[in-house]
């Protein structure tokens, strides 16, 4: 059962463009939503993250929206470039047990095209 | 900067063999964990531990087993490999209430 469902699979943008990557959770009990990127051969890194108490985030060129209602959250990348390509997951995990099982979505590749 | 490292970026192994993947972080951390990652299906969490000896199931442990001897080091361990546990393994580690710091993988493949 997919706790966190993450669209879409796979995104090609140019340059410039802003994608959107979209994730759904079904547990009200989560309150931690981290975004992590990960490139080829690397581990995923953590790149933002949002809890429920505010509907947007932003680092840099990089938001979270986040609708508590709704039980979704998006990442917003502006003026992307071709260093943004990579593999993104969203992801969730709630105080219960220390907070320590984050449950991951399926991720999306990203390809920025000059 | 934390570093998780794992000690095989490739290993290829035969079917009934027990495989050892190990991982070391640098930084004290308390927790530890290994996940899969296979294309579809994301990371999924296999076992964490959040202590030296202390260990719980994720949401994929048949087919594995773990070891914590000492707070560094995190072992997964294959107990008899099977072809789809053929996968890329990830390990991470994290302090308390911090975001967790992932290695760079081991892609292991079972003939």
């Known amino acids: 059962q997919q706790q966190v469902k993450q669209s879409p699979q796979s995104l090609i943008v140019q340059k410039g463009g802003i994608p959107i990557i979209n994730c759904a959770y079904e547990n009200t009990a989560f309150d931690y939503f981290p975004w992590y990127q990960q490139f080829p051969g690397k581990g995923p890194a953590l790149l933002i993250a949002?809890?429920?108490?505010?509907s947007e985030k932003k680092e840099g060129r990089f938001t979270i929206s986040f609708n508590k209602s709704a039980k979704q959250f998006s990442l917003h990348i502006m003026d992307s470039q071709p260093g943004d390509s990579a593999t993104y997951f969203c992801a969730a995990s709630s105080r219960e047990g220390g907070g320590n099982k984050l449950t991951f979505g399926t991720g999306t590749q990203l390809k920025v095209e000059l | 900067d934390v570093k998780v490292t794992q000690s095989s970026r490739y290993l290829v192994k035969r079917t009934g063999e027990k495989v050892f993947l190990e991982c070391v972080q640098d930084m004290d951390h308390e927790n530890m964990f290994w996940y899969r990652q296979d294309p579809g299906l994301g990371l999924r969490l296999i076992y964490f531990s959040y202590d030296v000896k202390m260990k719980e199931k994720g949401d994929i442990p048949e087919g594995y087993s773990v070891s914590r001897e000492k707070k560094e080091r995190f072992s997964l361990i294959l107990e008899s490999a099977s072809t789809n546990q053929t996968s890329m393994y990830l390990c991470a580690s994290r302090e308390l209430n911090q975001p967790q710091h992932f290695g760079d993988g081991t892609r292991l493949s079972i003939l």
């Open positions: 949002i809890r429920p108490d505010v």
